[in-house]
């Protein structure tokens, strides 16, 4: 079936710095690739998703790059800032059915 | 999401008891999913269903059961026979129906503990 990696686990960056984080899917038909962020406690949010039609989306600070060949996308933050600060789910899709990856704990220090 | 709501936020199962979470949902998504969050994991797929009256195994169905009788509502029961089901649920639902991928957006959560 189908799997998804997630590196690395944890992530910490000094407030204004790049953030990136990688993941890996194993099923080729995958078509869908959202990322969720969530903080202590409380439901995942999705804070951007990309379509296997497409090869990178931005949206203001973040954006997801995919690269269908070698079956990876990317979420990359930028200017990070405190409350950035969560762990993030990447996931894949195929017919409605979504495979998360492990989480990435981003923590941003002032 | 507000469209969402899971019930109760907190709950506790006693030995050899069945317990039902509830999940309802006013977006007029036809499709819904059942999660399990243990601490530091990610999300593993329990059930479920992309149309009323149907619904499919996840990757963790073992000890687990669900109705979908109503579109709006997707019930989660919690059996005996799942013996470490100490963890948070978390219910999902998407616009995409059968088969297509849409945002998948989700409840609250439950927190499930034994007593």
């Known amino acids: 079936g189908e799997n998804v990696e997630q590196h690395p686990s944890t992530l910490s960056v000094q407030e204004g710095d790049s953030a990136v984080i990688k993941c890996t899917y194993s099923d080729s038909a995958s078509n869908y690739f959202p990322w969720y962020k969530q903080e202590l406690g409380k439901r995942p949010q999705l804070i951007i998703d990309?379509?296997?039609?497409?090869g990178e989306k931005k949206d203001q600070r973040i954006a997801v790059t995919l690269n269908k060949t070698a079956k990876h996308f990317s979420l990359h933050i930028t200017e990070t800032q405190p409350e950035d600060s969560a762990v993030y789910f990447c996931a894949a899709s195929k017919r409605g059915k979504l495979i998360f990856g492990q989480g990435t704990e981003l923590s941003v220090k002032p | 999401d507000g469209g969402i709501t899971q019930s109760p936020k907190y709950l506790f199962r006693k030995e050899g008891q069945n317990v039902t979470l509830s999940c309802e949902q006013n977006?007029?998504?036809?499709?819904m999913y059942w999660y399990r969050q243990d601490p530091g994991q990610g999300l593993r797929l329990i059930y479920y269903?992309?149309?009323?009256?149907?619904?499919q195994k996840g990757d963790i169905a073992e000890g687990y059961s669900v109705s979908r009788e109503k579109k709006e509502s997707f019930p989660l029961t919690v059996t005996s026979a799942q013996k470490n089901p100490t963890a948070f649920y978390l219910c999902?639902?998407?616009?995409?129906?059968?088969?297509?991928?849409?945002?998948?957006?989700f409840g609250d959560g439950t927190r499930l503990s034994i007593l």
């Open positions: 269903s992309q149309i009323v009256n149907d619904f």
């Open positions: 990309i379509r296997s039609n497409v």
């Open positions: 977006l007029n998504h036809d499709a």
């Open positions: 999902a639902s998407s616009g995409g129906g059968q088969g297509f991928s849409q945002p998948q957006h």
